[in-house]
């Protein structure tokens, strides 16, 4: 197929109007479609302050919860009031809690 200079242009105009995903947020959600447990999670912001800051491996998780194990114990938040950061592949990603709480089976389909 040949492009002619007013194909050029209505490509332009096209790519202009749906601004691609930044990397950051490609990596948010693939790891939001994805499997949590045995990731390394650290809990960026928290309703509760005694939650925030801390850090672990997610070790269960159900429709509204991580559990998490820090090492000297095993902590359950509940998701839609946390932002955690995940880290996968050495990146860390900053995901809402509101955004994964959904049952994980069903993530996958509702993460977009």
Same mark, same amino acid.
């Given at each position: 197929?040949?492009?002619? *200079?007013? *194909?050029?242009?209505?490509?332009?105009?096209?790519?202009?109007?749906?601004?691609?995903?930044?990397? !950051?947020?490609?990596?948010?959600?693939? =790891?939001? %479609?994805?499997?949590?447990?045995?990731?390394?999670? +650290? =809990?960026?912001?928290?309703?509760?302050?005694?939650?925030?800051?801390?850090?672990?491996? &997610? &070790?269960?998780?159900? !429709?509204?919860?991580?559990? =998490?194990? +820090?090492?000297?114990?095993?902590?359950?938040?509940?998701?839609?009031?946390?932002?955690?950061?995940?880290?996968?592949?050495?990146?860390?990603?900053?995901?809402?809690?509101? /955004?994964? /709480?959904?049952?994980?089976?069903?993530? =996958? %389909? %509702?993460?977009?």
């Amino acid at each position: 197929m040949r492009l002619d *200079n007013v *194909n050029r242009e209505r490509l332009a105009v096209a790519r202009k109007g749906t601004p691609s995903p930044s990397r !950051m947020e490609r990596d948010a959600r693939s =790891i939001a %479609k994805g499997e949590l447990i045995g990731l390394s999670c +650290t =809990i960026a912001e928290s309703t509760d302050p005694r939650k925030r800051g801390l850090a672990g491996v &997610v &070790v269960d998780e159900t !429709m509204h919860t991580l559990t =998490i194990d +820090t090492g000297s114990r095993v902590v359950m938040v509940a998701k839609p009031e946390c932002s955690f950061r995940f880290e996968a592949k050495g990146r860390a990603v900053e995901v809402r809690g509101a /955004d994964i /709480d959904v049952r994980p089976e069903d993530r =996958i %389909k %509702k993460v977009r």
